[in-house]
């Protein structure tokens, strides 16, 4: 007799995570986390929950970035300067394999919600506290964002426009690759070896340390005594092998040549000399529009593209070939694509549709519910 097959049990399945993390880094790692198969639960303030919510625009009553951030998971109101919701919070994250926080340094201990207080009942608890300059050292009080670690780090000084003013950065690098991808990271580190000792940890992210990393190539030319110079480097706009160039019809060509055989192929292409430099290139590329110039690199390995717009991108046929935006996030009744995660298909959710978490209401009304 032929059988059903089941749904494949995802590798989270069965962990409880507490969510005390407002906004986007804390958020964006625990929808990793449900997504491959953790039960979330939000902690939210009574009344206005995440600030997230209110945001523009909105899908229903909640922000379109809250919906997608919070897909899957549950939430429960609770005040933490009330001294029942905070015993509530307590037995929450007693019962808890994995607790994230975002406040700065000691409140959650002046809470009593620390990593030391919880520990104390729930020994192999992982304790995740995101912060933007860690849980010590000279800056970590201060209040910033994303642009200020990428600041300090460096980062931000790499690309000027021709007054030397830094381009603004179109996306939180810190946040996300210096916030929740570290936190998701180290998390299940610790879950594995909380498999071996039986103990869990606290886990001290700090986003500015860990935008740090991006900048391997200037750190390593630093330490060999070549720092590195404002857009005159290979991946800053000083190498015509990786630049993007203006066509004629005012869009743009990003063009990474960047390997010997790459290089020769893109110059034939369009009918430069190899020794040519930007402005040469540059010259050349706008004499074309750009569906012109992506007709002559069809069908050869140039490493070229056209700079999509954010709905190009949503419709283009590859990303829809591999079900990128197949699933989806409903709120009051509305339903939108989901926020690809950087998930292997097999470790993902496989159901298409879920929901974002209504506002809850008090705290009583809420665990009476449960």
């Avoid at 049990?9 to 625990?30: C, E, H, N, Q, Y």
């Avoid at 307590?90 to 520990?119: H, N, S, T, W």
């Avoid at 780090?153 to 210096?178: C, H, I, K, N, Y």
Wanted: charged residues 20%; neutral net charge.
């Amino acid at each position: 007799m032929s059988q059903t097959p089941k749904t494949p049990m995802r590798p989270l399945s069965g962990l409880k995570v507490i969510d005390f993390s407002t906004l986007l880094p804390g958020p964006f790692a625990s929808l990793i986390l449900a997504e491959a198969g953790a039960e979330v639960i939000k902690i939210e303030r009574p009344g206005r929950g995440d600030e997230m919510r209110s945001y523009e625009p909105k899908v229903g009553a909640d922000s379109v970035i809250f919906t997608v951030l919070n897909r899957g998971k549950d939430s429960i109101a609770l005040d933490l300067k009330n001294e029942a919701d905070k015993a509530e919070a307590r037995k929450l994250a007693q019962c808890a394999d994995i607790l994230i926080e975002q406040f700065r340094p000691g409140v959650m201990k002046r809470l009593g919600l620390g990593y030391d207080e919880i520990a104390t009942t729930n020994p192999r608890i992982v304790y995740c506290s995101i912060t933007g300059y860690g849980q010590n050292g000279p800056k970590s009080q201060v209040a910033a964002h994303d642009l200020n670690y990428v600041a300090d780090a460096g980062l931000l000084s790499l690309v000027a426009d021709q007054e030397g003013t830094p381009s603004m950065p179109p996306f939180p690098l810190a946040d996300v690759g210096g916030g929740a991808y570290p936190a998701v990271l180290n998390i299940l580190l610790a879950l594995q070896e909380r498999a071996r000792t039986g103990r869990g940890r606290h886990l001290d992210v700090s986003m500015s340390d860990n935008v740090l990393p991006f900048l391997y190539w200037a750190l390593a030319g630093s330490a060999a005594g070549q720092p590195p110079v404002v857009n005159a480097e290979l991946v800053t706009g000083g190498s015509p092998r990786y630049r993007v160039y203006r066509t004629r019809d005012q869009r743009f060509i990003a063009a990474a040549p960047l390997e010997p055989q790459f290089w020769t192929a893109f110059c034939t292409a369009i009918g430069v000399p190899e020794t040519a430099g930007v402005a040469e290139v540059a010259s050349r590329i706008i004499e074309r529009s750009a569906d012109e110039w992506m007709r002559t690199f069809d069908g050869k390995d140039i490493c070229c593209s056209i700079v999509a717009s954010v709905a190009e991108a949503l419709s283009d046929k590859h990303f829809i070939a591999r079900n990128i935006f197949s699933r989806r996030v409903e709120s009051d009744g509305q339903s939108i694509p989901a926020l690809p995660l950087p998930l292997v298909e097999p470790y993902r959710d496989p159901v298409c549709s879920r929901p974002s978490p209504a506002l809850p209401e008090s705290r009583s009304k809420t665990i009476a519910a449960e």
